[in-house]
């Protein structure tokens, strides 16, 4: 099996390094309006 970083990029990793941004942004501004602070990383 071949290390994970010799794969190429595909539209399927694209899309879900996208959702995983857009999840993160949501998150943030749903903290941000109840007034709680996020940690950087989880």
């Known amino acids: 099996m071949a290390p ?3 794969d190429p990029v595909t ?3 694209r ?3 996208w959702l995983n ?3 993160s942004q ?4 749903g903290l941000d309006l109840l007034g709680v602070s ?3 990383r989880m």
Request: glycine content about 6%; overall charge negative; charged content about 25%.
């Open 11 to 13: 539209d399927v990793n």
């Open 21 to 23: 941004d857009a999840t």
């Open 38 to 40: 996020a940690p950087e």
């Open 4 to 6: 994970m970083g010799d």
């Open 15 to 17: 899309t879900r390094l």
């Open 26 to 29: 949501v998150l943030a501004n």
